[in-house]
């Protein structure tokens, strides 16, 4: 019941043609050694604090053209591709930070909005506010058979939240992708903790592809993207120095294993509201 992926950690610029050039390439790659899905980070496509330049591609390359590409892609070399995200316009006319799971048979790509916005004031002095041009998600997303079960959607900032992880516990999902873009003082902090509890939370494997390195607009990510067991146990650590792609085995018995050994999910009770 082995399954090979494939995470792909980057070091996304502002030129989204490039960017995406990167990912086509890992994923023949990735094919070509017997992965059956490919994972991006968070914002894959383009990663740049210039809203005013980011707004310019945003409007200039339609959404519907870089799907196209990786379906595409994802079609001629019968590989899944679990895209991060991607700035687009939202139907308000604001942005969303957009994951979008695009299947090698062509039929419609799934796609999850990012609920929980970064704004945040940190000890180093960065300073975010994802929600002054992004516009919140409001639903929870899984998608049904996958070569890994059912996979559930989530997005960086929200790893913090662990309401939604147990909407997606409930739900019974296999595995749980958290595509991010972690800043260093709060990965060196929180990383690896926090995946790892989400595991064993939902009692699935957790797969989280990684921004890394300084970035053309001048962030800097921290990396070291992840696969997590359902039992905690990290089966994969990119690091925080470089881009790469790297393969994991997912063993889908093991989920079976801890549900049975601890039944967390079953036994866990609704809290009353005081």
């Not at 799907?67 to 079609?75: I, M, Q, S």
């Not at 687009?88 to 062509?106: E, F, I, P, Q, T």
């Not at 992880?165 to 926090?194: K, N, S």
């Amino acid at each position: 019941m082995k399954r090979k992926i494939a995470v792909l950690q980057m070091c996304s610029g502002i030129d989204a043609e490039a960017n995406l050039a990167t990912i086509r390439k890992a994923a023949r790659r990735a094919a070509g050694e017997g992965a059956q899905v490919l994972f991006t980070p968070e914002m894959s496509l383009l990663v740049d604090r210039d809203r005013q330049r980011a707004a310019r591609w945003i409007t200039q390359v339609h959404e519907q053209r870089v799907l196209d590409e990786l379906e595409l892609t994802a079609g001629k070399l019968h590989i899944e591709i679990a895209l991060g995200s991607m700035p687009v316009r939202a139907w308000s006319g604001r942005w969303a930070n957009r994951s979008y799971y695009v299947r090698a048979n062509g039929t419609q790509p799934v796609t999850y909005d990012k609920i929980h916005m970064f704004d945040v004031d940190l000890a180093s002095g960065e300073s975010w506010r994802e929600s002054s041009a992004y516009e919140a998600g409001h639903e929870v997303v899984t998608v049904e058979q996958t070569p890994i079960g059912r996979l559930g959607l989530t997005i960086c900032y929200d790893l913090r939240f662990p309401a939604l992880f147990g909407a997606l516990g409930d739900r019974r999902c296999d595995a749980i992708a958290v595509p991010a873009a972690f800043t260093r003082p709060t990965g060196e902090a929180h990383w690896h903790v926090l995946l790892r509890a989400r595991a064993i939370e939902a009692q699935a494997f957790v797969i989280a592809a990684a921004q890394v390195g300084t970035h053309e607009d001048g962030r800097q990510t921290y990396g070291h993207s992840l696969v997590v067991d359902p039992w905690g146990e990290v089966l994969l650590d990119m690091g925080g120095e470089k881009p790469g792609l790297a393969f994991c085995d997912i063993d889908l018995g093991r989920i079976a294993e801890v549900r049975a050994q601890i039944p967390a999910l079953a036994n866990r009770r609704e809290i009353p509201k005081s």
